[in-house]
């Protein structure tokens, strides 16, 4: 993924952070002709805590057996994830100079590795108890999963679990972090009670803040 050095994350532990809460990645595998994606929740493995980065870790991910994706990875296990938020349009109504053009606010984050479908049944079945726990997670009273155990292990030979052993990683925090301080302010009012509102992103923006070197671009337009 080509990137702009003024929309680098701002850390290795902000890229992990950014993969924790948006799970939900497009798996991409190469063919001889156009790329077969899926969208999949991808995970952490339980009490994983990556310091810093991905490249070195293992994640986990499943997809339903029914999609023929997954019996490409024995052919080509080299896999892409893309983890994105929502894509935000930024209007020039918000800037409040002239010579100005609109563009969109976004993160991406791009892994890289090599994909090996597990065979285990109780390794799979693992994966499907710690995919629910990680969404139920964010819930302020979590769904307490136990009881559906049996249901669980009904419907296992519908998916296929698989680890992807991370080997690059690169990142795009497209957040308005180069603007003035008063234009990113205003960005971000907008993105969250505006006509088009993108909580997450905005959410993002207060977090990242704006650049050290605000008020210079690298891409001006979309």
């Not at 080509?2 to 990645?25: D, K, L, Q």
């Not at 296929?160 to 603007?179: N, P, R």
Request: without cysteine; negative net charge; proline residues 8%.
């Amino acid at each position: 993924m080509h990137t702009y050095p003024s929309y680098i994350a701002p850390s290795g532990e902000a890229i992990v952070e950014f993969v924790r809460a948006n799970p939900f990645a497009i798996v991409a595998t190469s063919t001889a002709g156009a790329p077969v994606a899926t969208h999949v929740p991808i995970v952490f493995q339980p009490g994983f805590e990556p310091q810093g980065t991905f490249v070195g870790e293992t994640l986990w991910g499943h997809m339903g057996r029914d999609n023929p994706h997954w019996q490409l990875f024995a052919e080509n296990p080299s896999t892409l994830l893309a983890f994105s938020t929502s894509h935000a349009y930024v209007s020039p109504s918000n800037y409040g100079f002239a010579d100005a053009v609109p563009t969109l606010d976004y993160a991406t984050v791009h892994l890289t590795g090599k994909v090996t479908i597990i065979e285990d049944d109780a390794l799979s079945l693992d994966v499907v108890k710690q995919t629910v726990s990680h969404f139920e997670s964010a819930r302020s009273e979590p769904w307490e999963q136990s009881p559906s155990f049996p249901i669980y292990e009904k419907i296992l030979p519908g998916i296929v679990a698989f680890t992807i052993e991370v080997e690059t990683e690169s990142a795009m925090f497209k957040l308005s972090q180069d603007m003035p301080a008063d234009v990113h302010e205003r960005v971000v009012a907008d993105l969250t009670s505006g006509e088009r509102k993108h909580p997450d992103v905005a959410a993002l923006m207060r977090r990242i803040g704006v650049s050290a070197e605000a008020g210079q671009t690298d891409q001006p337009g979309i």
